[in-house]
């Protein structure tokens, strides 16, 4: 409100100084001595009004103009512009009477009408001038207060669908491993089994730690896929081969974490597993036109539209829809040499440099 305030005494100063230098200006154009009398007279009445205005004040915030109903509200408005008109006139009587001598020798309560018949267009016009600064000031704060307040319930929406989206993939990447052991245990490769569950436990002390970032490097993401498909290479022996093709200058790029996982898993059950021969997997990031985008290909029997994206790539779309709205985008379709390709592109983001020098 300190803005408002002063825009207030601002604009009830300027008249004030404007009436002096008036005064002052008309004397001398006349060529008269300038009466400081009379000058002060003028511009103290709008100081006047200036002290009058938290009235205005107190009667805006109590009645605003989009209460109802309206006809009351314009009617304890009305009130008010006639209360300032009565004081303010009140005020230039007795500022005349204390600085013009005999300013007038009329009966003073007929002096005194005069001056509020006389102030009463400008009061009126002067009191809703002012009452509809306080309206549009109020209703801008309280728009931006909303604004602030969507934008908050916003974040903490998208923080709470992010969050529910990494529970629901945390228990699927986990019962899918946990199944592949019993499928190892039970044909007997405990050796096998035993090695992907040292495997495991490192990858579940980086999936279920509390931390709950959004963005990692994809340097980082890079690191928990090989972990997850040296898993994957346990499950299958010498059925899965992997291929990397990363450009260098997109390891630093800030990317959602476990983004990568929920693809080079659908590109294991769509394709390797669907396999008799042996299969490969590719995993590939470049920047184009300000973006990442990132594929994984395996050389299965393909891509059908109506096949079954399952929980993970469906739970990839919402989180780029949630964290990139339209810029997040998830394609899966058929590579030119066969085999599945599934793709994300979105904005390349790279984390915040501290500036250590000393």
Known sequence: MRRLWLLIAAACLVPAILSLFTTYMSARVA??????????????LWIGFGSLTPVIYILARHFPLNRAPLRRTLAVHLTGALIICVAWALFGVSLAALL??????EPFLRYYASWVLT???????????????????????????REAQQARLAAQLAEARLGALRMQLNPHFLFNSLNAITV???DQKTQDASRMLELLSGILRQVLKGDNRKEVTLDKELEFTERYLAIEQVRFSDRLQVRWAIEQSTRDALVPEFILQPLVEN?????????????????????SDGSLILSVQDDGPGYFPTSDTGVGLNNTRARLETLFGDAGILDVGNADEGGAVVTVRFPVRLPMRTNTDG
């Open 267 to 287: 590109a294991v059950r769509h394709g390797i597993a669907k396999r008799a021969a042996a299969g490969s997997i590719e995993v590939s990031a470049v920047q």
């Open 31 to 44: 060529g008269r001595p300038a009466d400081w009398r009379i000058a002060v007279f003028g511009g103290s």
């Open 119 to 145: 102030n009463l267009p400008w009061s009126v016009f002067l009191y809703f001038t002012v009452l509809g600064c306080i309206s549009a000031f109020s209703y801008y704060r309280e728009a931006r207060e």
């Open 184 to 186: 190892l245990v039970r």
């Open 100 to 105: 013009i001598r005999n300013p007038s020798r």
